[in-house]
């Protein structure tokens, strides 16, 4: 084991993603610790939670492997970095990813803190499909160098989207043993080694502290409904009403009745709480090629650097995690800001979330979109048949993410 690294404390999720991380590093020879992290305090809430039966799974792997398993609460900092900034987003018409948020505060951030300060953990694991320059072991580990982010062997579970924020000091001693396995051969490790309940166990598809409940019932909650209109962008006219703009995001179908043809969200006014609608979900009004952000997060600061020397990176561009990435190029502005300008139209360009943007294999970082700049509506121009959207694209209400670390969902599907 280089450079004295021997304990890993590892997030164990309840999931065979974490399950089968934790049997690789015993296998490995470390002396690992399994961390359970709660961020929610479900005793508030009326919907259901899985939390408790994870905790339980956790607990259950863990003894089986022979890895003693500690409860760490992390609710205050979860409703503090997370949770509150995603109100605060909502009430101003942006759509957050808490996600995204979640894994910088939280797992590599206040996690890391605790595995690093009270556990005396020589490096962190989780079960994310990602990968580092280090490696999974940190077999390349080099005193004073930075870890790059790489995409997982698997390309539709890859979580480098989510992890576009992870702070360099916590990559460098981050270790990611599933990174280079496909998803159907973890599954089958775990079946191989008698770790079949998780194994088995179906991936949820909620998040914890929504539960059962329907989103517009939870968020409603916590922020006021404000109703509005739904005007239509093309006459001015009004078409519908709506109960706040928080319930709604960049190209998600309304469902207004009594109309000949679906609406599709365009523009969110906080203001006069008007949400601006167009007709059919190919409308040039929904797609855009340039949009500002704010300050990129750099993974490896050296890009930042590079970015700052040369005033353009080119590189590729996503802001949804299951969307192929399209060419782009990132400019810095005197205010700090940041100019992305993409090499096609992409649709329903959401303030709110994030640009994420890669370098062949790697993850170079993200920043928060503020807006969009003009749609091809706006231009004058159509959007272009061959822009490879596929069907599924074009209705963002529908979304089957699915990944192991369950406490930081989307909320919207953009």
Not at 110 to 123: G, K, T
Request: net charge neutral; with cysteine; glycine share 8%.
């Amino acid at each position: 084991m280089n450079f004295g690294i021997k304990r890993v404390v590892i997030g164990m999720s309840g999931g065979v993603d974490s399950a089968v991380s934790a049997l690789f590093l015993k296998k490995k020879g470390f002396d690992v610790v399994g961390v359970f992290m709660q961020n929610w305090d479900i005793r508030d809430e009326t919907g259901h939670c899985s939390s408790e039966r994870d905790r339980e799974d956790a607990a259950r792997i863990c003894e089986k492997l022979g890895v003693p398993l500690n409860h760490v609460n992390f609710v205050k900092e979860y409703w503090n970095d997370v949770f509150s900034n995603l109100l605060k987003d909502y009430q101003t018409g942006y759509t957050p990813n808490p996600d995204i948020r979640c894994n910088e505060f939280i797992k590599f951030r206040a996690f890391y803190d605790y595995a690093r300060n009270e556990l005396a953990a020589d490096a962190v694991a989780t079960g994310h499909y990602t990968s580092t320059s280090f490696g999974p072991y940190l077999e390349g580990f080099a005193p004073g160098k930075n870890a790059r982010l790489l995409k997982a062997k698997d390309p539709v579970k890859d979580q480098t989207f989510f992890l576009s924020r992870i702070p360099q000091d916590s990559l460098r001693r981050a270790m990611f043993p599933v990174g280079g396995h496909y998803k159907r051969d973890v599954i089958k490790i775990a079946r191989e080694n008698g770790l079949n309940d998780v194994a088995n166990k179906k991936e949820s598809m909620g998040i914890c502290f929504i539960g059962s409940r329907r989103f517009q019932d939870f968020i409603s909650e916590y922020v006021e409904n404000k109703p509005g209109n739904f005007v239509d962008l093309e006459t001015s006219s009004v078409v519908g009403r709506h109960n706040g703009i928080h319930h709604w995001t960049m190209g998600q179908r309304c469902k207004i009745g009594g109309v000949p043809k679906p609406y599709f969200v365009c523009r969110k006014d906080a203001d006069t709480n008007d949400i601006w609608v167009v007709p059919g979900t190919r409308h040039p009004a929904l797609f855009s090629r340039i949009m500002i952000t704010e300050k990129f997060h750099w993974i490896n600061p050296e890009w930042g650097d590079l970015i700052d020397s040369r005033g353009i990176l080119e590189c590729d561009f996503r802001f949804q995690h299951t969307k192929p990435v399209v060419p782009c190029a990132v400019f810095r502005t005197k205010e700090d800001r940041f100019v992305v300008a993409l090499g096609e139209p992409a649709r329903a360009l959401t303030p709110g979330q994030f640009a994420v943007v890669y370098s062949k294999n790697e993850c170079l970082g993200s920043a928060r979109i503020l807006t969009a700049g003009p749609s091809l509506y706006s231009l004058n121009r159509e959007v272009p048949a061959a822009d490879g959207l596929r069907e599924r694209d074009l209705d963002p209400d529908e979304d089957d993410d699915e990944e192991e670390d369950q406490d930081c969902r989307h909320l919207h599907a953009t």
